[in-house]
């Protein structure tokens, strides 16, 4: 199918989940995660309305950024060194992977202007998982309050790749949670409203559970560079 037909498909299948749950699907941000595809397939995404870009390689993220500009927002969704911080940080719309203070230090010398910032919790406790244990998050919180270019806007996860729906809900579930004790203390650095989960084969499950973006790769664009 074409880009068109998996955009009008996808988005079919967020106003379900949202007729669910009793949510607007307006509330819910689709980000094209692009790391596999060409600029031309980029484009084609982005001609079609989307209007949220992922990726998350930093060479990945310049080609496409230098291509595409500001027809759309930039989301950084990987692992991001500290050392490459200074390559992105002019044209980066998001970050969704803080989730040590040696990025967050980064982040703030390198910025002149406040970055929106996901920290990264590993709700799943699997170790091939990047981010906080979810222990960890409110000291990691506090600790934040020293850098004035670092606002935490949401929390991110990454659910198991597995069948299990049970599993899969329970991490975005224990997301959720988190981002509403972060949320409820209402610190001006961290209004943290948003909740990053949900790709391709559980998005569904992420917006019954609170998702307000989406990480939507293989199922929207493919995973073939042409």
């Known amino acids: 199918m074409s880009i068109q037909e998996n955009y009008e498909k996808i988005m079919k299948r967020i106003i379900q989940a949202c007729q669910r749950s ?5 509330d819910i941000q689709m980000i094209a995660i692009t790391k596999y595809v060409s600029i031309e397939t980029a ?21 496409k950024y230098h291509a595409i500009g500001n027809q759309v927002k930039w989301h950084f969704i990987g692992t991001l ?10 044209e980066v719309d998001y ?9 967050a230090k980064e982040i703030n010398k390198r910025s002149k202007r406040k970055i929106p910032c996901f920290v990264q919790v590993n709700t799943s406790g699997e170790e091939s998982k990047h981010g906080l244990d979810p222990d960890e998050l409110q000291s990691f919180i506090d600790q934040l309050s020293q850098y004035e270019n670092v606002e935490v806007v949401g929390l991110m996860t990454m659910a198991p790749l597995i069948e299990d729906q049970d ?26 409203t948003y909740l990053s989960m949900g790709m391709s084969h559980d998005f569904e499950i992420a917006i019954e559970e609170g998702a307000t973006h989406i990480r939507i790769g293989s199922s929207l664009v493919g995973n073939k560079s042409k």
């Open 167 to 192: 599993t899969i809900r329970s991490c975005f579930k224990k997301l959720r949670h988190l981002r509403d004790e972060v949320r409820d203390r209402q610190l001006e650095y961290a209004p943290c």
């Open 22 to 26: 009793g949510r607007q699907a307006d």
């Open 43 to 63: 484009q084609k995404a982005v001609d079609t309305g989307i209007k949220n870009l992922g990726e998350n390689r930093l060479e990945g993220f310049q080609k």
């Open 95 to 103: 970050i969704h992977s803080l989730d040590r203070l040696s990025l």
């Open 81 to 90: 060194q500290s050392r490459k911080v200074k390559n992105i940080i002019e």
